[in-house]
C-alpha cells in the first residue's frame, strides 16, 4: 500500500492510542493523511504521537480524548471534530474491549456492549453528515471473526440474565457487523461507503482488563498471535486503498471479501438493531 497517496485526507482513528488502532493512526499518516487519534488516557495518546512523529517524520493533525464509557464523551469527541473545521474523509471505529466481569457504563448500559456497539453507533450517526459533506468518504469497523459464534437475544442485549466475558464480546462483534450492514444500506447514493472487518487474533493490550482464566489464557496465547502490523493490515487497505473505492457494506478478512455468519447477514436483525439502538444513545 505505499503507492497509496492520502495527502489532504482527514481520517479520525478510534482507540489509537495502542495496538492495532496505534499502527493504523501510524501508518495512515505515512501515506500522506492527517490523522486525528482519539484516546481514552492522555499520557497514553501523547506517547502514541511521538512515536508516530519518530516512526514517520510527520505530526498528527490533533489528539482528542474520549471515554467511550460515556456517551457524552463520544457526543463532545464529534463536536470537537466537527469543531476542527475540516472534512472527514475517513472514520475508523477501532476502539474496543472485552471483560470478564459485568460491569456498567455511566449511562448504565452494559460496558463491552456499550463500548463496542453503542459508542461507534453513536459517534458515526453523529459524524456521517460531516462525512457526506466531505465528498467520498469511508467508514471501516473493526468488527472480529468472533461474531460467528454469536446470536444476538434481542430480549437480554445488556446481559442481565447471565453473563459469560466471551459471549458478550462476541455478540458485540455481531453487532459491529450488523451495524455496519444497515449503514452502508443508509448510505447509499451519499458518496461514504462502510465496511467491516476481522482483524485477526492480534497480539496487542486487548484483554488487559480481564481477570481470571481469561487473563491467563490470553498471556499464553500472545506469542501464537498476529502482530499489531499485520492486524492493522486490513484497516488501513479499506481506509484508503484505490481498489476498494465505492465498496460498501461487505466484511473483510486479510484485505479480502469473506463471508460473515449467517446472523451477521440477517437484514432484518440489521434494521432491528438500528432502531433499539437509536432510542437507547437518544434516552
Known amino acids: 500500500m505505499n503507492h497509496v497517496d492520502m495527502s489532504g485526507k482527514v481520517c ?8 492495532i488502532g496505534l499502527v493504523t493512526a501510524r501508518e495512515l499518516v505515512r501515506l500522506g493523511a492527517d ?4 484516546c481514552r488516557d492522555e499520557r ?6 511521538a512515536g508516530i512523529r519518530q516512526a514517520t517524520g510527520r505530526d498528527v493533525a490533533a489528539i482528542l480524548y474520549a471515554d467511550f464509557a460515556s456517551l457524552d464523551d463520544v457526543r463532545r469527541l464529534a463536536a470537537e471534530v466537527q469543531g476542527i473545521g475540516r472534512p472527514l474523509h475517513v472514520l475508523v471505529n477501532n476502539a474496543g474491549l472485552m471483560l470478564t466481569e459485568r460491569r456498567t457504563t455511566r449511562e448504565g448500559f452494559e460496558y463491552t456492549f456499550g463500548v463496542n456497539h453503542l459508542a461507534p453507533f453513536l459517534l458515526t450517526e453523529l459524524l456521517r453528515e460531516h462525512l ?3 465528498g467520498e468518504a469511508r467508514i471501516v469497523n473493526v468488527a472480529s471473526r468472533a461474531h460467528k459464534r454469536a446470536q444476538l437475544d434481542f430480549d437480554d442485549l445488556q446481559s442481565e440474565r447471565s453473563f459469560d466475558g466471551w459471549t458478550v464480546y462476541c455478540r458485540s462483534k455481531l453487532c459491529n457487523v450488523l451495524f455496519n450492514l444497515e449503514l452502508a444500506r443508509r448510505l ?7 465496511n467491516s472487518l476481522h482483524p485477526g487474533v492480534v497480539a496487542t493490550g486487548f484483554g488487559r482488563e480481564s481477570t481470571g482464566l481469561w487473563k491467563t489464557i490470553l498471556a499464553i496465547g500472545r506469542p501464537f498471535m498476529t502482530s499489531p502490523e499485520g492486524g492493522a493490515r486490513t484497516s488501513i487497505f479499506l481506509a484508503s486503498d484505490p481498489s476498494v473505492r465505492g465498496v460498501s457494506g461487505k466484511y473483510f478478512a486479510t484485505c479480502r471479501p469473506a463471508t460473515p455468519s449467517k446472523a451477521g447477514q440477517s437484514r432484518s436483525d440489521a434494521a432491528r438493531l438500528w432502531e ?3 432510542r437507547l444513545v437518544a434516552a
Open 35 to 38: 490523522v486525528i487519534l482519539s
Open 44 to 49: 497514553k495518546g501523547d506517547a502514541a504521537r
Open 12 to 19: 479520525l482513528v478510534t482507540g489509537a492510542n495502542s495496538g
Open 276 to 278: 433499539i439502538s437509536e
Open 132 to 134: 457526506r459533506k466531505s
Open 188 to 194: 447509499e447514493g451519499t458518496g461514504v461507503t462502510a
